[in-house]
């Protein structure tokens, strides 16, 4: 559905060896660099269906600490199947959104 709604492309599925959930990732064009994912959290009945934006930073560290600094709160940062670090975070507001330092 989103792929004919939004123009997406798919790319490889994933499964997170943590949690064992599945992500397909996608991509806006046929260059094959990935936009992001759409998870599977079925298996999680306490978060809800959600689109989670990543905003590129060069320093992740510094990156949750100036959320922090500003009032937000992060998750423990982890590291994806090809090196990017992320970390999730909700603003003072509550809103969520993800900081990737790519590998």
């Not at 798919?10 to 397909?24: C, L, N, P």
């Not at 709160?73 to 999730?88: C, S």
């Amino acid at each position: 559905m989103y792929a004919a709604l939004f123009g997406l492309r798919a790319g490889d599925v994933r499964t997170s060896e943590r949690d064992g959930s599945s992500h397909q990732l996608f991509a806006w064009d046929g260059s094959g660099r990935s936009a992001g994912s759409v998870a599977n959290t079925a298996r999680l009945p306490e978060v809800h269906p959600h689109w989670l934006f990543f905003f590129d930073v060069p320093a992740l560290d510094e990156a949750v600490a100036s959320v922090r600094a500003q009032g937000g709160e992060t998750f423990p940062p982890t590291r994806n199947w090809n090196g990017d670090e992320l970390a999730v975070c909700h603003d003072a507001q509550g809103a969520a959104f993800g900081l990737c330092q790519p590998s």
